[in-house]
Nanobody
Framework: QVQLVESGGGLVQAGGSLRLSCTAS????????MGWFRQAPGKEREFVAA????????YYRGSVKGRFTISRDNAKNTVYLQMNSLKPEDSAVYYC?????????????????WGQGTQVTVSS
């Protein structure tokens, strides 16, 4: 069982920045593809960003391209989501997830393990 713990959420004004972190409790972290998803109140959870196990390939939903950056440090078992130029519509609970089988990075079903989520609130 892999445990994922997110941190770094909070309240920020529009245009501001936050960096989310997610640390995994597994020695095989470097073999997992990692993703970030978010869920706003009354909405379905949606894909935000993903990185392959090596960190060499990254993927983003269109609305965050150019503003968000996903990265990972396999030596620290940690994946990050740097969020710049935040907008009120980015407000949501953000979840990190781990995929041990290199599935489709945009699909929730590809991820076997999930963190508890961290709240991001962007005020206008």
């Amino acid at each position: 069982q892999v445990q994922l713990v997110e941190s770094g959420g909070g309240l920020v004004q529009a245009g501001g920045s936050l960096r989310l972190s997610c640390t995994a409790s597994t020695r095989t972290f470097s073999t997992y593809n990692m993703g970030w998803f978010r869920q706003a109140p009354g909405k379905e959870r949606e894909f935000v960003a993903a990185t392959r196990w090596s960190g060499g390939s990254t993927y983003y939903r269109g609305s965050v391209k150019g503003r968000f950056t996903i990265s990972r440090d396999n030596a620290k078992n940690t994946v990050y989501l740097q969020m710049n130029s935040l907008k009120p519509e980015d407000s949501a609970v953000y979840y990190c997830a781990a995929d041990p089988n290199s599935g489709s990075y945009q699909l929730e079903g590809a991820y076997a393990y999930w963190g508890q989520g961290t709240q991001v609130t962007v005020s206008s």
